[in-house]
Nanobody, 125 residues
Framework: QVQLAESGGGSVQAGGSLRLSCAVSGYNIYCMGWFRQAPGKEREGIASIYPAGGATAYADSVKGRFTISRDSAQNTLYLQMNSLKPEDTAMYYC????????????????????WGQGTQVTVSS
């Protein structure tokens, strides 16, 4: 069983930064990621990490601005978000899977079995 809990969301002006955290409980996690969903839009994968090796992958929309990382000692997943834009406004979720049936890192929502409750990020212009 895996449990995830996001925190760190809030309201910032364009160009600002936020760091999201995801407290992780559970074992044998194969792949983790950050996702977001804006009102009226589909859930979008934005970053993923292979915890065992540290490899990461990003969506083009956030590449160079966002950084995913994991502190294994603290059992926490992070998403550092810099140079935020109004279009980054969304509910942000962390997710994990135990299944090794697909490649990792994988910034796509398919195949992730465990999800947090989300944290809202609002970027004003």
């Amino acid at each position: 069983q895996v449990q995830l809990a996001e925190s760190g969301g809030g309201s910032v002006q364009a160009g600002g930064s936020l760091r999201l955290s995801c407290a992780v409980s559970g074992y044998n996690i194969y792949c983790m990621g950050w996702f977001r969903q804006a009102p009226g839009k589909e859930r979008e994968g934005i970053a993923s990490i292979y915890p065992a090796g540290g490899a990461t992958a990003y969506a083009d929309s956030v590449k160079g601005r966002f950084t995913i990382s994991r502190d294994s000692a603290q059992n926490t997943l992070y998403l550092q978000m810099n140079s935020l834009k109004p279009e980054d406004t969304a509910m942000y979720y962390c997710a994990a899977t135990l299944s090794r049936g697909a490649y990792c890192p994988r910034p796509r929502p398919e195949g992730y079995n465990y999800w947090g409750q989300g944290t809202q990020v609002t970027v004003s212009s």
